[in-house]
């Protein structure tokens, strides 16, 4: 199985802060990343797939970089509706592996 | 709008099925991939495995004996079952839709997820 590793674990920020998650795959995933936000007691939401491409309707100030083992998800000025958990997924091959979840709060 | 409602017991006793059905609205079944995710406490998000509209299916290895998955388009639901579970396998088990679009999949329109406990 492919290892996706998040760091940080849990980050504390205020709104407005810029905030940046990164992923690490075990190995090489050419682009197949997604970017996941999670409130609780909800489902998960994707935000990004395809490592960069924005899934429509999430604000532009989510983005998402990376590319081969190393991914970025960057919150350009967190709102008060971002604080959440986010989760990084590989669908390079099966089985679809999950990060462990960074989680964003106050 | 899409809506997916997954349903089954709450409860199920060590060693028996877990059954779940996942059933779609604002949208057909056909001519997409459907999944099954679930979370708990010790493991995080677990991706259980994906069925096509066709029936053909890919299941993650570490559940594969234990495992299956079917669809019903007359209905527009599919479903899992889980055999003889443990406690491991207590978790919130969330439905979605898997999107294929330029290369990439992902789940755009996931389930609101249901718990399932397992106990005697």
């Known amino acids: 199985d492919i290892q996706m590793t998040q760091s940080p674990s849990s980050l504390s920020a205020s709104v407005g802060d810029r905030v940046t998650i990164t992923c690490r795959a075990s190995q090489s995933i050419s682009s197949s990343l997604n970017w996941y936000q999670q409130i609780p007691g909800k489902a998960p939401k994707v935000l990004i797939y395809g490592a960069s491409s924005l899934q429509s309707g999430v604000p532009s100030r989510f983005s998402g970089s990376g590319s081969g083992t190393d991914f970025t998800l960057t919150i350009s000025s967190l709102q008060p509706e971002d604080f959440a958990t986010y989760y990084c997924q590989q669908t390079y091959s099966n089985p679809w592996t999950f990060g462990r979840g960074t989680k964003v709060d106050i | 709008q899409v809506e997916l409602q997954e349903s089954g017991p709450g409860l199920v006793k060590p060693s028996e099925t877990l059954s779940l059905t996942c059933s779609v609205s604002g949208g057909s079944i056909s001519n997409y991939y459907w999944s099954w995710t679930r979370q708990s406490a010790g493991k995080g998000l677990e991706w259980i495995g994906r069925?096509?509209?066709?029936?053909?299916?890919n299941i993650n290895p570490s559940l594969k004996s234990r495992v299956t998955m079917s669809v019903d388009t007359s209905n527009n639901q599919f479903s899992l079952e889980l055999s003889f579970v443990t406690a491991a396998d207590t978790a919130v088990y969330y439905c979605a839709r898997v999107y294929y679009y330029d290369r990439w999949y992902y789940a755009d329109y996931w389930g609101q997820g249901t718990l399932v406990t397992v106990s005697s």
């Open positions: 069925i096509y509209s066709s029936g053909s299916s």
